[in-house]
Every structure is written in structure tokens, then in C-alpha cells.
């Protein structure tokens, strides 16, 4: 593809002899080779601009970029001046690799809570139904028997691109896609024409970043807003958000709920720590489903991806038997089971209403105390751990407050800001990770919960000087090992 083709995208021309065959694009100097485009983008810590020299001695023909003063000085290279570089970006790589997303379906799930689980259920009923499914996400991005490990939850256009076009390349023809706000408010998906979106809910995470919730809920809304008429939004209509989103779009609309009039609605819920029953019922078809997946945001999550596969017409005895054979998503409330005579669970919940969930859903089941482990994670939205202190403490029985990944931030200013919230005297604080959970296992007793949170599927933690293995999982079963033999 030529430099010319390549930047119509763009709506914008060049002058002069400047065209050449494009080999790539890329915002990432060091991975620039001859007769590349290099899109200098401003990152929130580095500006791309800083990096314009060092693409150019790597071999990069065209330079794009935003804010300064064309750079005439590179002989044979082509300098383009847009006004948004991360906009020009999503674009340019979307153009370069042919626009993948417009030869497949891709479904793109966004909200606070439920984005992963719901992406494993789509991938599991589109394979029983027989056909070839990718996923994005923030466990992994894969797709046959290909694994690739996830640096974020939704990559940044390039890689994204790229992807789509290998899955596209490997006769995928869905893919289910995490979509995350900071994706959605740096363009990293501008490129994607989405066949259908899912919205699960909205609750206070990410501040950090966002700042406030009404600025957070407009990155969310930006995957609604830009679907067009021939695509499908899938809405919780339980969410205090769901109507504002229902405003937003122009796609058609589905809505699931557990409490209000809906296109797709349950009866009959039954919870235990064995799974959840209920009764689907969706335009006269009436669908009983018996899943192994526990508690009441995971009836959401199924109903978020039923309805998608209703929309495609998935035969509903198909739909119900992927659904009833699906176990459960890595570190998604996941048992660890050594035959123990409590029950252990780790779970991903990080954010005060995911926690809430959790703790809430094992509360209804048969149990005698709920013990839980956590902590919050360093250099992220501070606001969130007085309030997942204050759910622990007043939902669970006792509380271990740990490190989770502390990043820069000192583990004990991090404990400080939980505690704030606490109101119980039912707590106690155990910094070391491994030592906090070998005490929470060695205090259970029969019938007890003990309840791992806020890691999931990591096998890592972040301090400030350096990042060690470390699982949740792996960590129990070895504790538990060792108290059993």
C-alpha cells in the first residue's frame, strides 16, 4: 500500500514526490523498519515528538504528527500534520491492514464489572455452535490454539489491527473484544467497526484516571455513540446508566434485566454454592438454564451473553447446553478445592461493587463465617479503598487487609487509606500477601468461606522496586497442601 493510499483515511493529501510503499505503522520507535509511518502520538507520559529523530535514523519515511511545526529537515522523509495523532493512528492502522473488523463481527463488551466472564461465554457458545471465535481481553488475547499474553486489556490501533487480521486470516469470523475506558478515551478502537456492544454496568473505578464518574461514564458511552445504525447495543437495564446510553445510540437495542420490563428477563433464580437456575424468558421462548457459575452478577453476565446469541440466532438448545457445560474464567471466583473442609474462592473483585457482589452472592448461600483477603492496588483510583474497607468489614465475618499490587505507593499508606473506612472491629492487618492468606486458610473452620480478592488470575505482584511470581491460586493450594498432609 502507498503512502497516498495509506492516509486517505485521513482526509488529507500530501504535496510533492513524497510517496513510497508502506511496510508499517507504528506509535513505537524502536519497533520502526525501513519505509515505515511513524504517528507521533502525546502518551500521558511521553510525547511521541521527543522520538521523531531517533524513527527517522530507524528507517521511518513519513512522520504524522500534531501540535508543532513540520520538520523539513530529513531528507526523503515525508512530514503530516493532523490535528489528533491518536485519532490518526486508530485510522492509519486500520487502513493498513485492510479493515478486518468489516469482515468479521466483532463484539465489543464494556463496563466496570463482568467484561471478561461475559467474553469467555460468548467465546464458549459460539464454538459449541460451530464457529471459529477470537477474544481480546484482559486474561489473554486468543484465538485456535493460539495464546497471546495480554499487556492491557484492549491493545493499543496497531496491535489491535494486526490481530484482527491474523484472526481474520485463521477463518475467525467472531471476536469477542474487552473494551476498557482508558480504550475507549484514547481512540485505541477507533478503528474497529463494531457489529454489536455490551454494556454491564458502571460503578467507581478508575478515577484516577477519569477523574469523575460523569467523565467516566462519557469514555464508556463513546463505544454506543459510535456504533451505527446496522449494529446492536446490548443494555443492563438495571444500571442506573442504561437509559442515558439507550439515548446515546443509533444502533438497535437489546435490554436484559433482573428487575424492570426487558427484551430478555429471568424467573425462577435459584443461588447456591453449587451454581445458579433460572428461567430465560425472550419473545415467547422460555429457556431453563442450570450453570455452574455462582451468584447473582453472573446471572447478568449470562443473560448478557445469551443475548447476543439470541440476536445471531444461535439455536437456543445450543445456547442452553454451552451455557449449562461452561465452568468458570480463571480467577473469576474460582474454587480451590484440595478437599478441605472449608471452601476457598479467588476472585478478581477490585473495585467496591465487585466486592460487594461477591461477598453478597456467597452470603446467600448455606455457610457459617466469610472470611476475606484483600488489599488495593498502588498508583490507582484512591478514592475506591476506604469504600471496599467499609463492604469487607460489614459484609464479611472477618477481614485479613494485605498488599495487592502496591506499585510505587508504600504497602502501609495503602492500608491506611482502607482502614479509613472500616467501621468494625472484626479486621485485622497482615501487609505480607502469602502470610495473610496462610492465616485466613489456618483460622477457617467447617463451613466457612475464606475468600481471596482483588488479583484474580495475576501471577504476579508489583512493588515499587521490583515484580515477583506470585498466584493467589497457587499460593492457597500450596497452603492448603501443607495444613492437609
Do not use: W
Not at 486500520?94 to 464494556?110: C, D, L, N, Q
Not at 492491557?152 to 476498557?180: C, H
Not at 446467600?364 to 498508583?379: A, Q
Amino acid at each position: 500500500m502507498k503512502l497516498r493510499e495509506l492516509i486517505r483515511s485521513l482526509d488529507i493529501s500530501i504535496a510533492g514526490s513524497g510517496d513510497f510503499v508502506v511496510r508499517g505503522v507504528t506509535s513505537d520507535s524502536r519497533k520502526i523498519q525501513d519505509d515505515f509511518v511513524f504517528v507521533a502520538i502525546h502518551g500521558n507520559k511521553l510525547d511521541g515528538s521527543a522520538f521523531i529523530e531517533e524513527a527517522v535514523k530507524n528507517g521511518a519515511k513519513a512522520i504524522v504528527f500534531q501540535d508543532q511545526e513540520a520538520l523539513n529537515n530529513s531528507d526523503g522523509v515525508v512530514f503530516i500534520n493532523v490535528r489528533d495523532s491518536r485519532f490518526a493512528l486508530a485510522k492509519l492502522a486500520a487502513e493498513f491492514y485492510g479493515y478486518p473488523s468489516r469482515k468479521m463481527k466483532v463484539i465489543g463488551v464494556t463496563g466496570t464489572n463482568g467484561k471478561t466472564t461475559i467474553t469467555y461465554l460468548i467465546e464458549h457458545i459460539l464454538k459449541e455452535a460451530g464457529y471459529k471465535t477470537g477474544v481480546i481481553g484482559t486474561i489473554n488475547y486468543r484465538y485456535d490454539d493460539k495464546v497471546i499474553v495480554a499487556k492491557n486489556t484492549t491493545p493499543g490501533p496497531e496491535d489491535t489491527q494486526s490481530l484482527l487480521a491474523e484472526m481474520f486470516e485463521a477463518d475467525v469470523r467472531y471476536v469477542a473484544m474487552e473494551v476498557s475506558s482508558h480504550a475507549l478515551d484514547q481512540d485505541r478502537v477507533n478503528g474497529v467497526d463494531f457489529h454489536a456492544a455490551i454494556f454491564t454496568n458502571l460503578t467507581q473505578d478508575h478515577l484516577d484516571y477519569h477523574k469523575d464518574m460523569e467523565a467516566y461514564f462519557m469514555a464508556k458511552s463513546l463505544l454506543f455513540r459510535n456504533l451505527n445504525s446496522e449494529a446492536l447495543a446490548i443494555i443492563n437495564k438495571d444500571d442506573s446508566y442504561a437509559q442515558r446510553l439507550m439515548n446515546l445510540t443509533n444502533a438497535d437495542v437489546i435490554t436484559y434485566s433482573l428487575r424492570h420490563p426487558a427484551d430478555i428477563a429471568v424467573t425462577k433464580i435459584k443461588l447456591g454454592l453449587e451454581g445458579s437456575s433460572f428461567l430465560i424468558n425472550y419473545k415467547g421462548l422460555r429457556l431453563e438454564i442450570n450453570s455452574k457459575l455462582i451468584g447473582k452478577y453472573n446471572v447478568y453476565n449470562i443473560l448478557a451473553a445469551v443475548s447476543f446469541a439470541f440476536h445471531e440466532r444461535i439455536d437456543p438448545q445450543k445456547i442452553k447446553e454451552a451455557v449449562e457445560s461452561f465452568n468458570c474464567v480463571p480467577g473469576r471466583l474460582e474454587q480451590i478445592d484440595l478437599g478441605q473442609v472449608f471452601k476457598v474462592f479467588v476472585d478478581y473483585a477490585h473495585t467496591d461493587d465487585a466486592l460487594r457482589n461477591v461477598i453478597s452472592s456467597l452470603k446467600e448461600v448455606e455457610h457459617n463465617r466469610i472470611i476475606v483477603v484483600f488489599g488495593c492496588g498502588g498508583d490507582r483510583d484512591k478514592i475506591k479503598r476506604p469504600k471496599m474497607g467499609y463492604i469487607a468489614s460489614e459484609l464479611a465475618d472477618e477481614v485479613i487487609v494485605t498488599a495487592d499490587n502496591p506499585r510505587s505507593e508504600d504497602v502501609e499508606d495503602i492500608i491506611e487509606d482502607i482502614k479509613r473506612g472500616i467501621k468494625k472491629d472484626n479486621y485485622r492487618v497482615i501487609p505480607d500477601r502469602h502470610i495473610a492468606i496462610k492465616e485466613a486458610l489456618k483460622i477457617a473452620k467447617a463451613n466457612d468461606i475464606v475468600l481471596i480478592a482483588g488479583k484474580g488470575h495475576e501471577n504476579y505482584q508489583v512493588f515499587k522496586d521490583k515484580t515477583i511470581d506470585f498466584d493467589d491460586r497457587l499460593e492457597a493450594k500450596i497452603c492448603l497442601a501443607s495444613m492437609i498432609s
